[in-house]
């Protein structure tokens, strides 16, 4: 078993574990990040995109508000490209009755948000299609995020930093040493999900950052912590209706906020206290609730073309709580196992929201500062990352460049404008085992085809690359490509790539119908909760491009599965035959439902 | 006045009104666009899988029975059926594209993705392409082509025991342009000269007894020409493959439809969405369309819906799980509950419930409702809108809009003299 020593070992590679890996790299500790799919595969890339102001808490949970207003600052700093700078309306609906609006104001004022009350008439005009039976607005530094940007930028920051990334690395064990009363954790046993080679980690100070995952990780040490999975359904709309974050003015609850992210908007969102951090499923309710919560906010936003919905699980922490996900704290949740459990050499870091991600790492890597006996200061808030140079996010930039640059002839996805370059360098610079880990890096596959024309594009592509590649590539020692991901979104920065080398040895990538079936299986049980209308007529496109042109039903056999098979086949659709990991393997093509 | 108004201009609809044409009827089409034979491969296909089976039928014919009780091919019959196709295959309209078959087997012809696809009327661009031929194949693409990937067809064809390989020749040889698609680039090989420069450029790569697989852009109105060019000029069998739509071979089927309709006089008027209709006493009087100023009426004696299902714009759907016909609000056999219409995987081998209803129609293909009445005395119904199938996963798309359009039109002819006029 290959062996690896380090100061601090991450484990989780969303927001939070990225934030840390990247923070105590800075510091100069020996980092290794782990997590058990490609980054962001978790919670982080299944968010809304808020960045939030603050406003939100204002009345709720004042300390949560004054953390967000002061993060909020600090990303726009060192985050820059990864946020849209929308600003952000606080609407007062017909629904929304009481004093609510003026609690707001004053809490606003009280926490330091920049709040300014808007005429109504001028809101209007700057979001035409916004209920106009709105009686109040209220203008805030809200904003929209790339999360999936922002960690893969914030890995790669660490990298630099440092430190060693390892996705598709899942932890198996914990390694603990002491009898009872006096344990430490000492590391974790891993496997290479893709090699299946297991790897022992040695490290000074084990970091629990896997979020939702938390509980499932501290039992690995027989340490319990009660994490309060808050399920929360999105659902996106196949453009912005709106330009700037719309938020109801009233206690948060469900389906109340209207974010425009990159080409679509999404609203959000619903939060169920869910078993398990895995059950991503979406109840037919949950639509309906987000459909006619919509409403409210933008008439006729039942019958806009809705893309797509999922689900994300919320990481909520709270001692002792055992009521409502709604009402649990937003609150990032520092846990000292060593004082609350009495074993050494691990925290967790869980709670808290992508707006405070790096606000999270600080604190978690000040305790483990203390607990490894050194001094070292915190330098994420001055540092930007890979990219920042590219100033905020705004809509028109691929567009824009694909036009400079006449690049219309080589877009793989006409729906997100991904170049073939764009494509290529993602795969071959970004650790990347199936589609799915391109669609987090360049945006494949989300727009409103779902995958109808990219996913054979982006095979073909892949097969191509691999014949192109030379018989021998260098033994891969796990450690991962170089990532090159601050201008992973830009076409003109793709146009004279270096060559693509794609390292397949061992990977799905050597498979190009296991991801064809995948990829198109995962995005389908995206749209299946919401597949109706239009986006029902794409789906036979999809239908007739897939079977009876491609006939890809019936190519041959590939390996069986890959990481992202596990996934699509253990979260389907409810009401339509549930699908576990106890089943059978399935054939290639087939689905796992039996009737 | 009309004797036959069409609605929808896929395979379905333009082969009724050619159908009604030659039997003498005054016929008109109007769509809302131009029909979905642009996505399609330019192949006849007939019956390919049937059940949750993994094989591709062999026999069309000896499968049949299988099918749904209320599938239209049972409805139809064998005759009728061979005798639609027959009439399809050697219409003067479709003559030059050179549609033949392999007797009473299914062809099976490579697709973009490297699966064979069985088919039953292969049109002569792709014929030298199939599986039962010894030769050795070279699939030829173009660097940077974004519908074609020679390796990935290569690769899967040889999984299945198919001597094959891959090659790929510069984009330039083609186009200075890079932003071309398919039907671009077939325009482009309308020109002697693009001809010339591919056959010098795939000299050198083709080898002694081996057939060139190219991607379906051999000539957008000059195919016969181009593709004998190539097969002169290489002096060995040339075929094309289908790419990812828009493919050209199934713009060529349209085109042609769409020539000899217009030979015959036959309008087809794109761009008119059927909005709304009158009737009295259950007789359709006129369909309206949509147009800028206002609603036009197109009056006729019978109508042909032929609209296609939910690809084809025939019916819509919304979140509260009404599912419904779009110009006629015809009866649907669709479930309307949306927990029912799909299964958890896309590809899923019995296909997803919502893609299987449609409308019913009796023997003489005439919609009628959950009690078996006709909903319309002069409405019929063909193509992709009918229940009991889902033509995409059994692959019988094509032959279904042929044979029950052709069956649909024969009825109307013969029932037209005692239609009211």
């Known amino acids: 078993m290959r062996r690896l020593t380090t100061d601090i070992l991450v484990i989780g590679g969303g927001s939070t574990g990225t934030g840390v890996a990247w923070d105590a790299a800075l510091r100069g500790f020996r980092v290794v990040l782990v997590e058990k799919r490609d980054l962001t595969h978790g919670t982080t890339g299944r968010y809304h995109g808020l960045l939030h102001s603050g406003g939100r808490y204002a009345v709720k949970d004042p300390q949560s508000a004054i953390e967000c207003i002061e993060e909020n600052r600090i990303l726009r700093r060192t985050h820059t490209h990864c946020i849209e700078d929308t600003s952000g309306f606080f609407v007062v609906t017909p629904e929304d009755e009481g004093d609510f609006p003026d609690r707001f104001k004053a809490g606003c ?60 690395h899942e932890v198996i064990g914990l390694l603990t040493e002491g009898s009872e009363g006096a344990r430490r954790v000492s590391g974790a046993r891993v496997r290479n999900m893709v ?157 808290g929201k992508w707006t405070t991600f790096r606000l999270m790492a600080e604190k978690t890597v000040d305790k483990a500062c203390i607990q490894l006996g050194v001094e070292r200061a915190c330098r994420t808030a001055d540092t930007p990352v890979p990219g920042v140079e590219q100033g905020h996010y705004w809509l028109g930039h691929r567009l824009h460049e694909v036009e400079e640059e006449r690049l219309q002839g080589d877009l793989v996805c006409e729906c997100e404008l991904v170049t073939r370059t764009m494509l290529e360098q993602a795969a071959a610079n970004n650790p990347t085992v199936t589609l799915d880990d391109l669609r987090r890096d360049v945006r494949l596959g989300m727009g409103p085809c779902q995958g109808g024309f990219c996913t054979f594009r982006a095979a073909g592509i892949l097969q191509e690359l691999r014949m192109q590649a030379p018989e021998a590539l260098p033994a891969s020692n796990g450690d991962g490509p170089v990532w090159e991901v601050g201008y992973m979104q830009s076409p003109r920065h793709n146009v004279q790539p270096k060559p693509a080398v794609l390292n397949t040895a061992h990977s799905p990538l050597e498979h190009p119908n296991l991801l064809l079936r995948d990829f198109l299986q995962e995005r389908w049980r995206g749209v299946t909760p919401v597949l109706w ?48 990991r106890d089943e059978a393997p399935i054939s290639n093509f087939q689905s796992p439902a039996k009737e | 006045m009309l004797d036959l108004l069409v609605i929808g201009a896929g395979l379905a609809g333009l082969t009724a009104a050619l159908r009604a044409a030659e039997a ?7 769509a809302k666009g131009m029909g979905s034979l642009y996505w399609a491969t330019g192949a006849i296909d007939l019956l390919g899988y049937v059940g949750v089976a993994d094989r591709a039928v062999t026999s069309p014919w ?22 639609a196709l027959m009439w399809f295959q050697q219409s003067g309209a479709v003559q030059a594209l050179g549609y033949t078959g392999a007797g009473e087997e299914n062809v099976l012809t490579p697709s973009p993705a490297g699966a064979w696809r069985p088919t039953w009327l292969a049109p002569a661009g792709q014929r030298a392409g199939a599986a039962n031929d010894a030769r050795p194949m070279v699939i030829v693409g173009f660097q940077g082509m974004r519908d074609f990937y020679p390796h990935l067809i290569a690769r899967n064809l040889s999984a299945q025991g198919q001597v094959v390989r891959a090659a790929l020749l510069s984009w330039s040889m083609l186009s200075a342009q890079r932003d071309r698609n398919n039907a671009q680039l077939a325009e482009l090989l309308d020109d002697v000269r693009t001809q010339q420069r591919l056959i010098d450029a795939l000299k050198p790569v083709v080898k002694p007894g081996e057939r060139v697989g190219l991607p379906a852009i051999l000539g957008r109105y000059a195919h016969p020409q181009v593709l004998a060019a190539l097969q002169a000029g290489l002096n060995t069998a040339v075929f094309e493959i289908p790419t990812l739509p828009p493919n050209v071979p199934g713009i060529r089927l349209a085109t042609a439809l769409r020539h000899a309709l217009e030979a015959r006089g036959v309008r087809v008027e794109i761009g008119m969405e059927a909005i709304g209709f009158h009737a009295a006493a259950g007789v359709i009087e006129s369909v309206e369309s949509a147009t800028s100023a ?72 005439q919609p009628v409702d959950a009690a078996g009445k006709v909903v319309y005395a002069n409405l019929w119904a063909a193509g992709g809108l009918l229940a009991h199938m889902d033509p995409i996963l059994e692959r019988s798309l094509e032959a279904v809009a042929i044979a029950s359009a052709v069956a649909a039109v024969e009825r109307i002819a013969s029932v037209s003299v005692a239609l009211p006029r």
Not at chain 1, 215 to 224: F, Y
Not at chain 1, 536 to 553: F, P, T
Not at chain 1, 555 to 569: I, K, M, R
Request: aromatic share 6%; with cysteine; proline share 7%.
């Open chain 1, 195 to 351: 090699s299946d080679e297991e790897v022992q980690i040695d490290a000074a100070l084990t970091i629990n950052a896997s979020g939702a995952w938390a509980g499932k990780l501290a039992a690995l040490a027989d340490i319990p912590v009660r994490v309060i999975p808050g399920k929360g359904v999105m659902v996106a709309v196949n453009h912005r209706l709106v330009n700037t974050v719309i938020n109801r003015c009233k206690m948060p609850a469900d389906g109340d906020i209207l974010v425009p992210v990159h080409t679509v908007a999404i609203i959000g969102t619903t939060d169920e206290r869910v078993a398990d951090p895995e059950m991503l499923s979406i109840e037919p309710w949950e639509v309906e609730l987000m459909l006619a919560e919509g409403e409210k906010l933008v008439p006729g936003f039942s019958h806009a073309r809705i893309l797509r919905a999922w689900a994300g699980v919320r990481p909520l922490y709270q001692e002792g709580y055992a009521g409502d996900s709604r009402d649990a704290t937003r609150a990032l949740a520092l846990l000292d196992h060593q004082q609350r459990d009495g074993v050494a050499g691990f925290l967790t870091i869980t709670g």
């Open chain 2, 24 to 30: 003498g009827l005054r016929v008109k089409v109007i």
């Open chain 1, 109 to 168: 004022a009280k926490v330091g948000i920049p709040c300014e009350e808007v005429p109504v008439k001028a809101a209007l005009r700057r979001e035409p299609l916004l209920n106009p039976r709105i009686s109040r607005v209220f203008e805030v530094p809200d904003g929209s995020a790339d999360s999936f940007l922002a960690a893969h930028v914030t890995a790669q920051a660490a990298q630099q930093a440092g430190a060693q990334i390892l996705t598709y």
């Open chain 1, 533 to 580: 209308g239009r986006q029902l007529k794409q789906e036979r496109l999809d239908e007739l491009i897939y079977l009876s042109v491609m006939n890809i039903d019936h190519l041959p056999p590939d390996e069986d599965a890959s990481p992202l098979t596990d996934f699509w086949q253990f979260d389907t659709t409810p009401g339509a035959g549930r699908a576990t």
């Open chain 2, 294 to 365: 206002r609603p036009l009426k197109h009056r006729a004696n019978a109508f042909l819906l032929a609209t296609g299902g939910v690809l084809g714009g025939g019916f819509n759907s919304d979140h509260t799980g009404h599912f419904w016909e779009t110009v006629f609000d015809l009866p649907l056999t669709v479930p309307q509950d949306r927990r029912q219409w799909f299964r958890p995987g896309f590809l899923d081998p019995q296909g997803q419930p919502a893609f299987r209803g449609g409308v019913a129609v009796n023997d003489a293909f």
């Open chain 2, 62 to 83: 000896a499968r049949m029975a299988e099918l749904d009780a209320g599938h239209p091919y049972r409805r139809l019959g064998e005759a009728r059926i061979r005798q």
